[in-house]
């Protein structure tokens, strides 16, 4: 049976480390750690997140502000509070939850955040770096990040000579995973919807992500025996077996036939989930130390 990976706990260990490093930069003297996290509408799904975010940036000791706004809110009134944000010296890192509401052009948005502060790593600026290699100065999305975490924990930080195979080509998760995995030094291949015998090329990944938001996708005989099976996606499904209109949460991955060949696996819940929070806390003390002068911390 494969290595059950527990983001939990490895995420417990990021939010230890942003917490010691809010700690220091208070002892020397410099500005806490800023974020500011906005919402438009209510969407119940994003309102869990965003509050889960800003709790979680209270517990590292942030300055942890939000702009809950109603879905009527103009593109310009939004626009407006993120150059008030931009400007904002308190401010370290700018999230604006997505999806926005359909009359707000959501890519002008992201845009329009100072790149050092786009804690999201959606600027073009931070794309731009992150494709190009400069891992030392850009911010990079949080899910991706988390994962990346993940597999290092498993494999170490050098991948050379490993076949990796991103299922999902989305801009918050599949290309920039795509791009950590070749700066790792991988073999990356990005598979999504058009491609051709997804279960033959799945099956020469060393390290096999499926980031597509469908449950349980990835049967087990896709899976590489020994593999590294990073699943990025959470799907709730009906469960009648538990009672009459409930549901329950999988991953991308069939997780019960592929746990029997991996060689190590992430569970849902408790695997990359809990590593995008944790990893916009990392992201958002990052900044603060870039903002005060010092060096970068890395995780
Ligand atoms: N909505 C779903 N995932 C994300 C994310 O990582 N960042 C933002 N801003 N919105 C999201």
Redesign the pocket.
Known sequence: MAEVIDGKSVAEDVVSKVKALTSELSAKGATRPGLAVVIVGEDPA?QV?VASKSRTAKECGFHSVQHTLPADTTEEQLLKIIGDLNADKSIHGI?????LPGHIDSGKVIQTIAPEKDV?GFHFINVGKLGTGELETAFV???PAGSMLLIERVRGKDLSGLNAVVVGRSN?VGKPMANLLLAANCTVTIAHSRTKDLPALASTADILVAAVGRPEMVKGDWVKPGATVIDVGINRIPAPEKGEGKSRLVGDVAYAEAAKVAGAITPVPGGVGPM?IAMLMANTVASAYLAAGLKRPSF
């Open positions: 994003s997140y999230l604006v939850q997505l999806p999201d999305p949080c899910t918050i995008t």
